[in-house]
């Protein structure tokens, strides 16, 4: 799933998903006193810009150029100085360490490998006192659903993440929950598994 992939994803149609933000994040971030944000895959730019209008400085990360331009095309005038479209690959280059108040990571497939150095890239990224939210389709979902493409077992899971923070985080939501909004179109996702954790040093 490189560039090219994503790319033509976005290509394929003129709008891929809703347009809104992802409900996980509204009801995880909503009551949090805006800082610094990471969106990571941040796709068309909904998350990010739902961000940007409750006041956070957002850093929003695609691989997809297609993605990007998209994005920064919806970015109303008042909104846009508090945006940031960054063109990255963060499994192979990690973001900033200890920069940001929020690293937010919504359905973005994140590989499982040894040593686990992508992820800690990004759990780095935190700053003391900062959040990670991360979400994702639960395994049961992706497993019954499967194209044949790839093994859903192959990426992380929140448990997985989970067992890997050290005494640095606070676990504040691990946790399965039924999807309040319709999965995109062709997809047949029905919850989600979400992880929230506080760096608290």
């Given at each position: 799933?490189d ?8 290509r ?11 409900a ?5 971030v ?7 944000a ?5 796709g ?6 739902w ?10 990360v ?10 920064a ?17 963060l ?32 759990l ?13 389709h ?5 497993i ?9 077992a192959?990426f ?15 676990v ?17 996702h029905t919850h989600?598994?979400v992880?929230r ?5």
């Amino acid at each position: 799933m490189d560039a090219r992939h994503w790319d033509d994803m976005y290509r394929s149609r003129d709008q891929v998903f809703s347009g809104n933000p992802n409900a996980v994040l509204v009801a995880e971030v909503g009551g949090l006193p805006p800082g610094q944000a990471l969106d990571v895959g941040c796709g068309e730019g909904a998350d990010a810009l739902w961000l940007a209008r409750c006041g956070w400085q957002v850093t929003a990360v695609d691989v997809s150029e297609v993605a990007l331009r998209r994005a920064a095309g919806a970015a109303e005038d008042d909104v846009r100085d508090r945006l940031s479209w960054a063109r990255a690959d963060l499994t192979a280059t990690p973001p900033p360490a200890g920069t940001f108040d929020l690293v937010s990571i919504h359905y973005f497939p994140l590989r499982r490998e040894p040593g686990h150095s992508a992820l800690y890239g990004l759990l780095e990224a935190v700053a003391p006192g900062g959040t990670l939210l991360f979400t994702t389709h639960v395994l049961s979902d992706l497993i019954s659903h499967r194209d044949g493409e790839y093994d859903p077992a192959d990426f992380y899971q929140p448990d997985d993440i989970a067992q890997l923070l050290g005494p640095a985080w606070s676990v504040l939501v691990n946790e399965t929950r039924p999807r309040t909004a319709p999965a995109p179109p062709g997809a047949h996702h029905t919850h989600d598994a979400v992880l929230r954790a506080l760096r608290v040093r």
